[in-house]
């Protein structure tokens, strides 16, 4: 599934966490860190886009999930929720009419996976502290 997405254009399927692993339905390795949107998942690199606990996700972070038709976005900001937000992201997502959930992880696993078969649904998921 990776990057090349779902055919039927639905959210992957968070199937276990733990921490310092994700593992997604129909993907044959687990994540560290996980990106997820409609019709696929990826392993979400942090150098990427330079992101650290704090300030947080960055909007470079979640631009990828809007691209790919999210309506809504999940947040997991770790097991001892020390992953942040940037105010910047937030306005970016608040501008496009997508409702953000930021909560611990394993709370945004339960929200997104429960989101995930009836809205458009985005995950970034940190899976650590």
């Excluded at 994700?22 to 690199?45: N, T, Y």
Aim: proline share 3%; net charge negative; hydrophobic share 35%.
């Amino acid at each position: 599934m990776s990057d090349t997405g779902r055919p039927d254009g639905i959210s992957p399927r968070i199937v276990e966490i733990e921490w310092g692993r994700i593992r997604i339905e129909e993907e044959e390795e687990d994540f560290k860190d996980a990106k997820l949107f409609p019709g696929g998942c990826r392993r979400w690199d942090w150098n990427e886009t330079a992101t650290r606990h704090s300030p947080g996700v960055q909007r470079a972070d979640v631009e990828e999930l809007v691209a790919h038709g999210a309506g809504v976005v999940v947040v997991g900001t770790g097991y001892r929720g020390r992953l942040g937000i940037k105010r910047e992201t937030i306005e970016f997502l608040e501008q496009r009419g997508i409702d953000l959930h930021v909560m611990q992880t394993e709370a945004a696993v339960e929200r997104y996976n429960e989101l995930r078969c009836d809205e458009s649904v985005g995950g970034l998921f940190h899976t650590t502290c």
